[in-house]
Structure formats: structure tokens, C-alpha cells
């Protein structure tokens, strides 16, 4: 392999792959093991385009329920994404670090978690329900957001025929259409359900069942084994400056 010309000799070590390729994948999976695979990493993509997009719907219902301003209903509705955000940064680091199992594992958890505290959000003190929903959703929005990194990152890695890493990848993402598609859905049946005399079920339940999915594959996450790849390099330590002067352009 050579050299990158930018990094000097003695430093080319933290680059270059200790592990060829040729050992680090078997060989093609069978079918229904790539499609576990896929389902598994993309419930949790699932559950949070279905999380971010049934909150507008659910904001709806709260407005005939309670007194709310402009910035109550702000507050709510970005204070997941202002998780993600952080989210995103976090376990990306910190999946290099615990690995990636755990990593995911923490995600979904925070997701079930935030999903079944928002839908029993109560006013707590001097802080009134929309307040106290905000917070759910912001914790939530740290494991929406760790999703991202790691879903991505090990559908590459687990992706044992190359030439269907991007194929696999693309899957995973898509499954943010099936949570955006259910939302509505999700609501409408509810609303069936309960009436219109029942909203404040009606409500609870539709960001309650944000958690379903994750509880349903909470179990597979617990299961799953780690990459190869980071376990190949699990023990080693790139300095940050390698990762600054190689991959800048990336990095901006």
C-alpha cells in the first residue's frame, strides 16, 4: 500500500488498515441474514422519523387541550432536534469508544424511554405539561440522533459483500419512509379508537407507540455481535491530529 505523501512515516501506521479485507469479510451472507440486519439497525431509524413527525400532529390535539403559546409549542417540537444534534456528536464519539453494539443498544433505549415518558407527561411544580413534554423529547432526541452515526456505520461494517455496502446502507436510511408514513396512520386509528371526546388518549398514545418498535427489537439489538472491523481496531489510538490532517475536507 503507499504512502500517503501527507502523513509523515512514522504516523502512516494509525492509517493504514491492519486487517486486508479478504479476512475480514467470509463472504456473501445468506439473504434473511442481511435482511435481519437491515431490520434491525433501521427500526430504530424508523422509529425516530415517526417520532419527529407525529409531534406536529400531536401539537394539533394539544392546542384544543390546553393553554399553549407560541413558544410553548416551539420548545416541543424542536427540543428533540436540538437533541439530535448533540446526539449525533456524542455517540459518534462515543461508539468508538464502548463499540458500536453498546453504543446502539444505548440509543434505543434512550428512544423507548423518551417515547414512554412523553406520552405520561404531567405538569410538574411551575412547570406546565408542554415544559415537562420537552424534556422527554429532548432525551429522546439524544438516542434520534445517535441513530444517524451508528446505523450508518455498522451497515458498513457488517456489510460482508462490498459491492452491496451502499445497497444495505440506503435500506436502513429508507426506513425513515415507513416511520413518516405511519405517524398519520398511527393517529387516524386513534382517533377512531377513542373519539374526539378521548384527545388526551388519543395524544399519549400516538407518542407511546413511538417506543413499539424499538421495544419489539430491543431484544435483536441485545443480541447482535459487534463489527469486525471495530474490533479489529478497538485497542488502537489514531491521534486527533492524524484524523484533522488526513481527513479535513470530510471533517467540513
Known amino acids: 500500500m503507499m504512502q500517503d505523501p ?23 451472507e445468506p439473504i434473511h441474514s442481511r435482511m435481519y440486519g437491515v431490520l434491525v439497525a ?16 400531536v401539537l394539533v390535539i394539544m392546542k ?16 428533540a432536534l436540538f437533541g439530535a444534534v448533540i446526539g449525533q456528536v456524542l455517540f459518534g464519539m462515543l461508539a468508538d469508544r464502548i463499540g458500536r453494539r453498546k453504543g ?9 424511554v423518551g417515547a414512554f415518558g412523553s406520552s405520561t ?12 413534554l420537552a424534556c422527554w423529547r429532548l432525551l ?54 377513542f373519539g374526539e371526546d ?3 388518549h388519543v395524544w399519549r398514545f400516538a407518542l407511546g407507540a413511538g417506543a ?8 435483536a439489538r441485545c443480541r447482535m455481535k459487534e463489527t469486525r472491523q471495530f474490533t479489529s481496531r478497538k485497542h488502537e489510538k489514531i491521534p486527533l491530529r492524524i484524523i484533522v490532517r488526513k481527513y479535513w475536507r470530510q471533517l467540513l
Open 64 to 79: 384544543t387541550l390546553y393553554a399553549q403559546s407560541t413558544a410553548s409549542a416551539a420548545s416541543v417540537s424542536t427540543a
Open 6 to 28: 501527507r502523513i509523515p512515516e512514522s504516523e502512516s501506521e494509525f492509517i493504514d488498515p491492519p486487517v486486508p479485507p479478504d479476512k475480514i469479510f467470509d463472504g456473501p
Open 121 to 132: 407527561a404531567q405538569p410538574v411544580g411551575q412547570a406546565n405539561v408542554f415544559v415537562v
Open 104 to 112: 446502539f443498544i444505548l440509543t434505543l433505549t434512550l428512544i423507548i
Open 212 to 219: 413499539v418498535p424499538g421495544v419489539v427489537m430491543f431484544y
Open 140 to 193: 429522546q432526541g439524544f438516542g434520534i440522533g445517535g441513530e444517524y452515526p451508528l446505523s450508518a456505520t455498522i451497515s458498513s461494517e457488517s456489510a460482508s459483500d462490498l459491492s452491496r455496502r451502499g445497497r444495505d446502507i440506503a435500506t436502513v436510511f429508507s426506513m425513515q419512509g415507513v416511520g413518516v408514513v405511519l405517524s398519520p396512520l398511527v393517529v387516524l386509528a386513534l382517533l377512531q379508537l
Open 198 to 200: 378521548s384527545l388526551d
Open 42 to 57: 433501521g427500526t430504530g431509524f424508523m422509529c425516530d422519523a415517526y417520532d419527529l413527525f407525529v409531534i406536529n400532529l
